[in-house]
């Protein structure tokens, strides 16, 4: 019996190593990067849809994973007996049976993959009745930029990091005198707003000093 609980934890000890194992087996990464781009579309209003542009990256990598299954093993079947020499009761064993156990088999080898987007462009598409008029708001190069409905009309909004209205890849507003550029594509009109030290967007502000981002054609 004192066999088998040495038996015991030896295998206790040898399972707590081999998950160490691998928990820093599984964090070596064999990257293969791949890039495509990917396109979201929204109707935006009964005229005019959107289509999100964007560049992204899939990195496919090697991980280490622990393999876990059933394995059948024998135990004892214990009973209690009766020593006549010193009167006394004592365990032992009367047979053995088998069981299964849920137990680490060894480690595999899988294919993951981190895949990270980012929006490079927005395509408005506007319904005229005879023909569909595309623009372009690509900002790749510019900053960050955002699109919302108001009312018949899309809106994008865009910021760049030396504006104070984007950090990190993110857009953070066009508040407390951050410099913004606005687009405003409606059914009949494009206007284009900007706002530097002022509270609200127009035409012209020449407290705007950022280069100027340019919308373009993109076919019909």
Not at 72 to 89: A, E, G
Request: proline residues 1%; glycine residues 6%.
């Amino acid at each position: 019996m004192k066999v088998n609980k040495v038996v015991v934890v030896i295998l206790f000890v040898v399972s707590i190593v081999a998950l160490a194992a691998i928990s820093q087996i599984s964090e070596l990464k064999t990257e293969f990067p791949e890039s495509e781009t990917r396109s979201k579309f929204t109707q935006a209003t009964d005229k005019i849809s959107v289509d999100e542009i964007q560049d992204c990256t899939i990195t496919y990598y090697n991980a280490t994973r622990g393999v876990y299954g059933y394995v059948t093993r024998v135990r004892d079947i214990n009973d209690t007996c009766f020593d006549s020499i010193n009167q006394v009761n004592y365990t032992c064993a009367k047979g053995s049976e088998q069981y299964q156990s849920y137990e680490f088999l060894g480690t595999e080898v899988v294919l993951k993959n981190d895949t990270d987007c980012r929006t490079k462009s927005f395509v408005i598409s506007i319904d005229k009745g005879v023909v569909i008029d595309k623009k372009e708001v690509d900002f790749s190069s510019w900053g960050i930029c955002i699109n919302s409905t108001e009312n018949n009309c899309v809106a994008i909004t865009c910021g760049t990091l030396r504006g104070g209205s984007a950090r990190n890849g993110i857009f953070n507003g066009c508040d407390g005198g951050k410099s913004c550029q606005k687009f405003l594509f409606c059914p009949d009109s494009i206007k284009v707003h900007f706002k530097a030290s002022r509270s609200d967007f127009v035409e012209e502000d020449p407290t705007f000093r950022l280069n100027k981002l340019e919308y373009k054609e993109v076919g019909r």
